[in-house]
């Protein structure tokens, strides 16, 4: 793949939590959790994306949501759950991000807000279409993914450098 050749990053938040009583890396998925992520799953294939490496928090409910997210694209790309994602910043998913191998042309980064939104704001220089009005209005609720998409080797990523061409959330 030339570096001129766009690459896409999708951000997908874990679905819906519930709230029992255990730590918070360890909180599962709540009934309507269970429902989102395969909606979210399947409207991830409609997106054509071919994802070569996808990277999971290792906290319960993201664990869980793509799982079930997972079982909707018609290939499962290699999975690496990576602790790191867990309570990131943005700028810590940015440094993960940046260690991509540029073999790796389509990635997904399934993790947590205020992670996910604040990387998602801060990477976009532009926007296509009204994917970053629908983001800003939206908030990035649990289950809605982001695509964006950039050029260049995965260590160039840094605020500013991509285009958000899509956003979806499951009730907006």
């Not at 700028?91 to 991509?100: K, M, Q, V, Y």
């Not at 983001?135 to 289950?143: D, I, K, S, V, Y």
Request: hydrophobic share 40%.
């Amino acid at each position: 793949m030339s570096v001129d050749t766009p690459r896409r990053i999708v951000l997908l938040r874990h679905a819906k939590a519930d709230w029992p009583q255990t730590t918070d890396h360890e909180r599962p998925l709540a009934e309507r959790g269970r429902t989102d992520a395969p909606v979210a799953g399947r409207r991830l294939a409609g997106t054509g994306i071919g994802f070569d490496l996808a990277l999971c928090s290792t906290a319960l409910r993201t664990r869980e949501t793509w799982k079930l997210a997972v079982q909707e694209l018609s290939e499962r790309p290699k999975t690496v759950y990576e602790e790191r994602i867990y309570e990131a910043s943005p700028g810590e998913l940015i440094a993960l991000i940046n260690e991509t191998p540029d073999t790796i042309d389509d990635l997904l980064v399934v993790g947590h807000n205020p992670g996910m939104h604040g990387l998602a704001d801060i990477l976009a220089a532009e926007s296509e279409g009204d994917a970053l009005t629908r983001m800003t209005r939206t908030g990035f609720p649990t289950a809605a993914f982001a695509v964006l998409t950039f050029n260049g080797p995965w260590k160039s990523v840094e605020p500013g450098t991509a285009k958000l061409v899509d956003f979806w959330a499951p009730h907006a």
